[in-house]
């Protein structure tokens, strides 16, 4: 197969394998999606959605955020990890939401990455899902299957997300993440994985990663 037809092969399947496509972290709008993207960081969605409720529940806008202290939101947050950077961050972009944008989350890299504890990969997923502008937000599955798919070298998250964007029809980048996504966690986990579930990699794989893969399940 060249790249073209690897490509298409990847699409085509993660459209049959996802036809309707569920957000993994449960919001609102794209104040509480902001929010919610942020609390990730280093956690797991299935977290991140037990935790969002008790914090919405208080405060599920930026003017209500900014009338809890950080230390109370911290308080809240904390099962996530990273509380004291992370309640700090949402306590500091609620305060530039209402001051610089109305109290309303804006739409461009550049306004949402000068937010604090705002990066590219959370801009990216606020702009795709809150707003459906084409991005490629690369989390830890997206950049594993990329690799394990030979479509990037898979040296940085940066590259990663460079290679998807050339090669993916823009179009399809909204959906396409997220499918990734989706099919990483149930058939190309980082660890116990079944290359014989993971019918797009055993297809299109990188030849280097399958005859890894195969020496392991000879040991």
């Known amino acids: 197969m060249n790249k073209e037809e690897k490509v298409n092969f990847i699409i085509n399947k993660l459209e049959e394998f996802y036809p309707q496509i569920p957000i993994p972290l449960d919001h609102k709008d794209p104040y509480t999606l902001l929010i919610a993207v942020l609390m990730s960081a280093q956690s797991t969605d299935v977290r ?13 806008n930026p003017y209500d955020m900014i009338r809890m202290s950080i230390d109370e939101i911290r308080e809240i ?3 996530v990890g990273l509380s004291p950077m992370k309640a700090k961050g949402i306590h500091g972009l609620s305060h530039m939401i209402i001051d610089l944008h109305d109290g309303k989350v804006p739409q461009t890299y550049e306004e949402l990455e000068a937010m604090p504890a705002v990066g590219h990969k959370t801009a990216a997923v606020v702009l795709s899902q809150a707003f459906g502008i084409p991005a490629f937000p690369v989390d830890t599955h997206i950049h594993r299957l990329m690799y394990r798919w030979n479509l990037t070298n898979g040296k940085n998250v940066v590259q990663t997300e460079k290679d998807a964007k050339r090669l ?4 399809k980048w909204n959906d396409l993440h997220l499918q990734i996504i989706w099919y990483g966690r149930e058939y190309s986990p980082a660890r116990g994985w079944d290359l014989e579930k993971d019918i797009i990699t055993k297809t299109v794989g990188r030849k280097t990663v399958l005859d890894e893969y195969y020496k392991k399940l000879k040991k």
């Open 48 to 60: 991140v959605n037990q935790i969002t409720p008790l914090l919405f529940e208080r405060a599920d």
């Open 77 to 79: 947050i904390k099962p």
């Open 168 to 171: 993916f029809p823009e179009e």
